[in-house]
């Protein structure tokens, strides 16, 4: 089992930045591709960016292309999701995901990944 626990979340101005972290306990981390969901009030949870186990293949949300960036300190059990330039339609409540892997490849689908954290909320007021 794997258990993650979110944080950084919080409520900023168009435009700041965040950064998020997610802390994994429990089994080995290392294994573990990791990602970030979100999803906002009203609307279905969407993929958001994820990491192979080693960091060297990442996949992102095209809306969050080159405003987000996802890395991991296998270390410190720990990913991250650096979030600059952050808009309004970016408020949504951000939760990691994991599962076991130890491959290059990454996915996206949220029902490829087995254990979630219980999410941290960030809101981008215009």
């Known amino acids: 089992q794997v258990q993650l626990v979110e944080s950084g979340g919080g409520l900023v101005q168009a435009g700041d930045s965040l950064r998020l972290s997610c802390e994994a306990s429990g089994r080995t981390f290392n294994p573990y591709a990791m990602a970030w969901f979100r999803q906002a009030p009203g609307k279905e949870?969407?993929?958001?960016?994820?990491?192979?186990?080693?960091?060297?293949?990442?996949?992102?949300?095209?809306?969050?292309?080159?405003?987000f960036t996802i890395s991991r300190d296998n270390a410190k059990n720990t990913v991250y999701l650096q979030?600059?330039?952050?808009?309004?339609?970016?408020?949504?409540?951000?939760?990691?995901a994991a599962y076991y892997s130890s491959n290059y490849y990454v996915k996206s689908e949220a029902m490829s990944y087995n254990y979630w954290g219980q999410g941290t909320q960030v809101t981008v007021s215009s």
């Open 45 to 67: 949870r969407e993929f958001v960016a994820t990491i192979n186990w080693n960091g060297i293949n990442t996949r992102y949300l095209d809306s969050v292309k080159g405003r």
């Open 83 to 96: 979030m600059n330039s952050l808009k309004p339609e970016d408020t949504a409540v951000y939760s990691c």
